[in-house]
């Protein structure tokens, strides 16, 4: 089982901005990944960084396998700048 922790303040204040109903998916997505941090719907982004969709919302996160530790580094709604900056 891996551990999940949040990047940042940034990551955390996208969590607190959801809609209820977003956040209650959002957070039972994040809890999933502890579980299954390559979920078969996840998307490979670069290396070790993935992303899921959930609803109109991605996840973005870094899988470290040598500490099993999942990184989540941004939450938001897709648009063109949702995969800049990773």
């Not at 969709?53 to 939450?75: F, M, Q, W």
């Amino acid at each position: 089982m891996y551990r999940v922790d949040i990047a940042s303040r940034r990551v955390e204040r996208q969590l607190r901005r959801l809609p209820p109903n977003v956040y209650s998916k959002i957070k039972q997505a994040i809890l999933n990944l502890a579980k299954e941090p390559r979920p078969r719907k996840s998307l490979k982004l670069e290396d070790d960084i993935y992303g899921i969709r959930i609803g109109d919302y991605r996840v973005i996160y870094v899988v470290e396998d040598k500490s099993k530790l999942v990184i989540i580094t941004k939450v938001a709604k897709r648009d063109e700048g949702t995969y800049k900056r990773l």
